[in-house]
């Protein structure tokens, strides 16, 4: 028994180093955006706020739905000492109250939207035993009362509800689709975080090696004089600085790879190697058609839509509460009380019910009308925000679709830059090893090569956050000439 322990201890040391086993993902542009729609944090929380919207939207439908509804009392003993008045006398006595009451009713009820009412179709059936003085029960039925309440004048919360929360799902929508673009546009920019971290390594090494061959050429020329003491000394001071760029390039490459990782939901385990992505150099982007699937498919219409609504619903508020207050209740119905179940059922008296209720402040020093006027006067502040921020977004429009159509050319002048720039340095480190250029003119040409290299990754990656930047504001996918939609339907339906 025990050898088969050893040997089981012995094979599970062998294998556990598989599970813990670093892998190395190559990754595009598109696989990273991909990873961190489908498994971020921040995914999951765009989701999860979704779907709060879409069951609060839910519940608002379920306002307009008839209710069916069960009440009941049970067992309600109810021994006590109370206080009657008799009538003629005036002479108050304690009597002795024994009894116990039992209730139950289902009713159907249902709002009215358009006229902020409210009916109520409702059965009953109730029985009250008495135990002293006498000894006695009774039955006392509804078999069926329908109910009626209406404000006059008053607040329709429904309807302004019916204008208001429609909008406010279809923002939810919206609001989604824009969260992830914003996860788009936050994957791109670690993307290119970590590519040039990686790019500043990828250089860091390859100029050490570079720096390492010349230096090894130049002691050799320094040896039989063909150089200064200056030029090998700027040589040997330029490998010790590619040895520190190695050392924060490497901490800095550490940084930008977990910060990437832990995004897209990565452990340790895994390494990521990025691959260069290219540009769409004949994408041109139009300021009036950016602007109005801005206007046309983002949130920020619906949003300023809901605001003034909002506003406006205020105003009707206000507007509700000043004057006469009144309610009409009607109610029909059949009853019937006996000491027997079955006679409670039978020959039904019917009843009816018909009041209205008035309520009007004679004296509020002016409250009501101050609550209008501010309700008023918060509805053009409204109404001005609205409009500026409709200016502001005119204007941040035309910014972004300048300046992407300016990053098309950047692009392409940095790529010639880098391009002229490896090939200068080539050239140089040839004339340098044949002894036709100083040390000077190599160092410069490699700080002018890295830095070539640095602008052009550094334009490219601008490119890209600029277009899903606007993309993350028209919904619109420029390049594929579509609409970003979602399946809410089946997002709904994949969480529950």
Known sequence: MRSLTGVFFVLLLAVSPLFSQQRTLVMTLDDVIETAREQSQDALIAKHSFLSSYWSYRSYKAQLLPSLNLNSTLGQYNRT??????????????????????????SIDQNIPFTGGNVSVYTSLNRLDQFSPFNEGTWNTQPINIQYTQPIRGFNTLKWEKKIEPKRYEMAKQDYLGQMESITVQATTLFFDLLLAQSALDMARKNHESTEFSYKIANERYAIGMISKSDLLQLNLRLLNNELSISEAELDLRVKLTKLRTYLGYNENVDIELVVPEIKSSLTLDYDDVL????????????????????????????????????LHATFGLNQVDERFKNAYMNLLDQEVLGLTLSMPILDWGLSKGRVKVAKSLNDVVEMEVAQKEQEMREDIMFRVLQFNLQSQQCSVSAQADSIGRQRYENTRERFLNGTATVTDLNTAQTEMDDAITNYLNALGNYWKYYYEIRQLALYD???????????????????
């Open 81 to 106: 000492l109370s206080q009657v008045q008799n009538s003629e006398t005036g002479e108050i006595n304690y009597v002795e109250n024994n009894s116990l009451y039992n209730s139950l009713s289902l």
């Open 292 to 327: 109005y699937r801005t206007l046309t498919n983002s949130s920020f219409a619906l949003e300023n839509e809901i605001s003034i609504l909002e506003a406006q619903q205020e105003v009707a508020r206000a507007k509700s509460e000043v004057g006469l207050q009144a309610t």
């Open 478 to 496: 420029y390049m594929n000439d579509r609409m970003l939609a979602e399946d809410f339907d089946k997002l709904v339906e994949n969480e529950y």
